[in-house]
């Protein structure tokens, strides 16, 4: 049966409310200041590491988001740990939030559909993601300018921003999963610890479970085992169980985005080192080639992850 | 448009095996009181929904203002102010950034946002509290603010669902008093409600819920005289002779009870209080009181849902 009127109607209203609602909650202000003070500790290592030794470095400015001074790992990687942290912050509570303060069927009663509520505070959820990146990036390009004393080149600026696009891909995976949660369990207690326990699985247990899992399914040959080198065939599917994560595939794009230098993901063959001027970066449009597949993987799984959210939602009876 | 609002054919929801409201039908007039009565896990909410089109209907058909909420789900809605039970608001926001939502959701322009929002207020006299965050707001406060919210949409069918329930008796008669003040401006208003004294007052016709089907629907006198049989009960206090079989034989009467010495109880299925005194003074009687007590909802209901359970326990038995 096909329904009349627009799924979009109320979508503007719903989008202004819920990213009023994020910009001035204290959910939101403890997770920025949390980001913020992290980075500035990375950022305060990467500046030590890049006075001392690479003042003739054509990437300084990538550095920053790169370089990591022990104990503390480098600006990129702590926000690879962190975006999440912050996604499911915003979304874990975005639906049954709603039936637990019993303004769902008070808001469904309106003339918007389901789809607009959905979308809305997924694109709130987003927007305010996107807002914090923007700030973090500047406030992270305006240090480095007053730090390093040299203006970034538009390669740099033009990777840092691939960088943002790239962290916002990812940052909207984990809202997504954060909203489905949401819409499957009636409990916000409930969606905020499984959320968070698959982000702590996917970000610590398993790149420790993918190389043992990868030995299950493809054993080592004899020659290997003789060798003592890995199989081609273990490394492949290690490689391909370690990106069902979703911060793997970060962590590949940002590898490959910020260091120009990156030539390949995984093993490297003989073959493909030919004529190959040691150090010599990629041009921008070349890395973005390689890291094409993981944006790609990335956007993806937030569609995917959306989509089973809506229908989730759809088939819910709105009871509170 | 035929005039009645709310038309509902064979409404039928199931889940899986069980049936949750099977096959009713009624219709609600504009202007109307019409209440769903009956216990909780009857089907009125689930009716309710199923109007809304808030959940799927398994068969037969409704037109809410001559739409199905099945297909224009937004045309009703654009019309139809919804008041769940314990209504719910954002905490964080004030009573007019809640309703400058809602506005906002439904369309309102927003050179007349403010003033609607005011007027509406106004009606359920919030306006003292207009800044006030929602979470220092009681219970009472809640559901005037829900019933604002309606008449801000300027709906033409209010749906109430179990309104007065946990208000003080002050705030349910001022609550009350906002539904009639609905009903006079031509809206339909469908109430449910368990608390049958607030049905009793406020209802214009009420469908009687029993495990998903109506069991009763008309206006509480016209159910009074299908269940009770002889609802009416009138007492005489009269001084006299042969006073009994005179009362008995009033047109109407069905029996006469002396509850004390001069005083009479007469069960009748009508209000026979000006038979009764000129009956009595005929007689010679010295007439010095004369009550009655209509019918309530309460006893229709206690006589309704206990005879069931009556036939069930003897069934079991036999």
Redesign the interface.
């Known amino acids: 049966?096909?329904?009349?009127?627009s799924p979009w109607?109320?979508l503007a209203?719903?989008t202004?409310?819920e990213l009023a609602?994020h910009l001035s909650s204290a959910r939101m202000r403890v997770l920025e200041w949390l980001v913020v003070l992290t980075a500035a500790a990375a950022l305060y290592g990467a500046l030590q590491g890049i006075r001392q030794t690479t003042s003739s470095d054509p990437f300084v400015f990538l550095r920053l988001f790169t370089s990591s001074q022990a104990p503390l790992p480098s600006f990129a990687s702590i926000l690879g740990f962190l975006i999440p942290l912050i996604a499911i912050g915003l979304g874990f509570d975005a639906i049954n939030g709603e039936y637990s303060?019993?303004?769902m069927?008070?808001?469904?009663?309106?003339?918007?559909?389901r789809d607009a509520l959905l979308l809305g505070k997924f694109i709130a959820g987003l927007a305010t993601l996107a807002i914090s990146l923007v700030c973090l990036w500047l406030l992270l390009i305006g240090l480095g300018l007053l730090l390093l004393g040299v203006p970034p080149s538009g390669e740099e600026v033009a990777r840092s921003l691939v960088f943002l696009v790239i962290a916002l891909a990812y940052a909207g995976v984990w809202l997504a999963v954060a909203m489905l949660f949401s819409t499957i369990f009636k409990s916000a207690a409930t969606s905020a610890l499984v959320s968070l326990g698959l982000w702590l699985f996917l970000a610590l247990l398993w790149p420790m479970l993918a190389p043992a899992l990868a030995n299950v399914i493809a054993p080592p040959d004899l020659m290997s085992v003789l060798s003592g080198q890995p199989s081609l065939h273990t490394l492949h599917w290690q490689q391909i169980l370690e990106r069902i994560s979703p911060t793997q595939l970060f962590g590949e794009a940002v590898v490959v985005i910020l260091s120009p230098m990156t030539r390949t993901l995984g093993p490297v063959f003989l073959h493909q080192l030919e004529g190959l001027v040691m150090g010599a970066p990629l041009p921008l449009m070349e890395s973005l080639s390689i890291v094409w597949p993981q944006v790609v993987g990335l956007i993806a799984g937030c569609i995917l992850l959306f989509a089973i959210a809506y229908v989730v939602f759809q088939r819910q009876?709105?009871?509170? | 448009m035929s005039d009645y609002v709310i038309q509902a054919e064979g409404l039928t929801k199931r889940y899986g095996d069980t049936t949750a409201v099977n096959g009713i039908t009624f219709h609600a007039a504009r202007g109307e009181i019409f209440g769903l009565l009956g216990p909780n896990g009857a089907g009125k909410?689930t009716t309710i929904?199923m109007l809304?089109g808030?959940?799927e209907i398994t068969a037969g058909t409704v037109r809410v203002l001559g739409h199905d909420p099945?297909?224009?789900?937004?045309?009703i809605?654009?019309q139809?102010?919804?008041?769940?039970d314990?209504?719910?608001?954002?905490?964080?926001l004030s009573a007019r950034d809640n309703l400058a939502?809602?506005a906002?959701?439904?369309?309102i322009a927003p050179e007349h946002r403010r003033e609607r929002i005011h007027e509406a207020l106004e009606r359920v006299q919030l306006t003292h509290v207009l800044d006030k965050r929602v979470s220092t707001f009681s219970h009472g406060m809640r559901q005037r603010l829900?019933l604002a919210?309606i008449i801000m949409k300027r709906a033409r069918i209010a749906i109430l669902d179990e309104p007065t329930t946990g208000l003080d008796p002050q705030a349910t008669e001022d609550f009350l008093e906002l539904i009639r003040t609905l009903k006079a401006d031509g809206v339909a208003v469908l109430l449910s409600s368990h608390l049958l004294d607030h049905m009793q007052r406020v209802c214009d016709r009420v469908a009687l819920f029993q495990q998903g089907d109506i069991a009763l629907m008309g206006s509480v006198a016209e159910l009074a005289r299908k269940v009770l049989g002889d609802g009416f009960e009138v007492e005489v206090e009269v001084a006299g002779e042969n006073l009994r079989e005179c009362l008995a034989g009033v047109e109407g009467v069905s029996s006469v009870e002396s509850s004390a010495p001069e005083r009479y109880r007469l069960r009748a299925n009508r209000d026979v209080r000006a038979d009764a005194a000129r009956a009595a003074v005929q007689a010679g009687g010295a007439l010095r009181r004369l009550s009655i007590r209509e019918p309530s909802l309460d006893a229709i209901y206690n006589h309704h849902f206990q005879r069931p359970a009556v036939k069930e326990a003897s069934s079991h038995a036999t």
Not at chain 1, 105 to 113: C, G, H, K, N
Not at chain 2, 86 to 92: E, K, L, R
Not at chain 2, 104 to 107: K, W
């Open positions: 049966m096909q329904r009349e009127g109607r109320g209203a719903v202004l409310k609602d303060r019993r303004t069927s008070r808001v469904l009663s309106q003339p918007i559909y009876e709105v009871r509170a | 909410t929904l809304l808030l959940t099945r297909r224009e789900p937004l045309t809605k654009q139809l102010g919804y008041l769940p314990s209504v719910g608001f954002y905490n964080h939502y809602t906002r959701l439904l369309g829900g919210e």
